[in-house]
C-alpha cells in the first residue's frame, strides 16, 4: 500500500501503465484536488505558476507484483448503489482498496488490500484530530464488512496509536491487530517510523520523530502473518516502510 501518491488523473494511467510495463499491478485512489504552485524561477526561466495535485490531501494505491493482480471492488456500480461509507472514502482522495487473487494449490482465492492516508497533523492539531479520528473509523467499519475474509490495512494514520481512541478501541477489541505487534521484535514494535532529520539513524525516538506508519489486519488474517519489521533501508526521506510476510498456505476461510 502506497500513500501520498503525487498523481493527477492523466499521470495516474501513465503510472499504470509504467507499472504494468515492469510486472506489476495497481489500484490508485481517486486523485487529490489540484492547486496552483509558483514555481520559483530557474535555468531562464521566469517563475510562474503551476497545477498539481496536493499530497496532503491523500493519493493512495494498492500495488502487487505478478502473478497477482489488484481488482477494484467495486467495479461497475454508480455512486448512488455503493455503500454510503465506500463512497465517502472513495471520494476523499485518501483511500483505495482491492481484491487480490491469490493462487494456493489449485485453487483460486483472495484477501484484500487496502491503502489509507491519514490527516496531517493529526498528532497535534484538535480539528485534524478530530477528522482524523472520523476518517480512521470509516477505514476500520469499511474492512469489517468482509466478514471473514483476509483484510489488510496499510496506513499512514498520521497519528500515534497511543493517541487514537479509534485505533486503540480496534486494537483492545481483538478485531483488528498491529502486525508489528503480533509479529515483529518488541523494538520494532515502539520504533518510530517518521522522521524530519536527515541525520536520524532510523532507530532512535527523537524530538522530530514519531510513529504513525502501520499495517492492520482483521482476525482472519491474522493466522496468515508470519514476520513484520520496519524496513530501514528504503530511499524515502522521511519515512520508513512497514513490512509484513504472509503465509497464504495457511488460509482456510478466504473465499
Excluded at 503510472?15 to 490508485?28: D, E, V
Excluded at 469499511?142 to 497511543?162: F, H, K, R, S, W
Excluded at 514476520?227 to 524515502?236: L, S
Aim: net charge negative; hydrophobic share 35%; proline share 4%.
Amino acid at each position: 500500500g502506497l500513500q501520498e501518491v503525487n498523481a493527477n488523473a492523466a499521470d495516474a494511467h501513465l503510472y499504470g501503465m509504467q507499472l504494468a510495463n515492469r510486472a506489476w499491478h495497481s489500484i490508485l485512489s481517486a486523485c487529490p484536488p489540484l492547486v496552483s504552485r509558483l514555481v520559483a524561477a530557474k535555468d531562464g526561466a521566469a517563475a510562474h505558476s503551476k497545477k498539481g495535485p496536493q499530497t496532503v490531501k491523500g493519493g493512495t494505491a494498492v500495488v502487487t507484483k505478478m502473478p497477482l493482480r489488484a481488482i477494484r471492488t467495486q467495479p461497475d456500480k454508480m455512486p448512488s448503489e455503493r455503500t454510503s461509507n465506500y463512497y465517502k472514502l472513495e471520494q476523499n482522495h485518501r483511500w483505495v482498496e482491492a481484491k487480490v487473487p491469490v493462487h494456493t494449490g489449485s485453487n483460486l482465492k483472495h484477501i484484500i488490500v487496502a491503502s489509507a492516508y491519514g490527516h496531517v497533523g493529526a498528532n497535534n492539531d484538535e480539528q485534524a484530530w478530530k477528522d482524523n479520528e472520523d476518517f480512521l473509523a470509516m477505514v476500520l467499519e469499511q474492512g469489517a464488512t468482509y466478514g471473514d475474509v483476509p483484510y489488510l490495512i496499510c496506513m499512514d494514520a498520521n497519528v500515534d496509536i497511543e493517541h487514537s481512541n479509534v485505533l486503540q478501541a480496534a486494537l483492545q477489541a481483538g478485531t483488528w491487530h498491529n502486525v508489528l505487534q503480533i509479529a515483529g521484535t518488541s523494538t520494532d514494535h515502539s520504533a518510530p517510523t517518521y522522521g524530519q532529520n536527515k541525520a536520524w539513524d532510523k532507530h532512535q525516538r527523537q524530538a522530530h520523530t514519531s510513529r504513525i506508519d502501520y499495517i492492520m489486519i482483521n482476525t482472519t488474517g491474522k493466522s496468515l502473518v508470519k514476520h513484520a519489521y520496519i524496513n530501514r533501508d528504503g530511499d524515502f526521506p522521511s519515512h520508513l516502510g512497514v513490512n509484513v510476510e504472509l503465509d497464504l498456505d495457511r488460509a482456510e476461510d478466504m473465499v
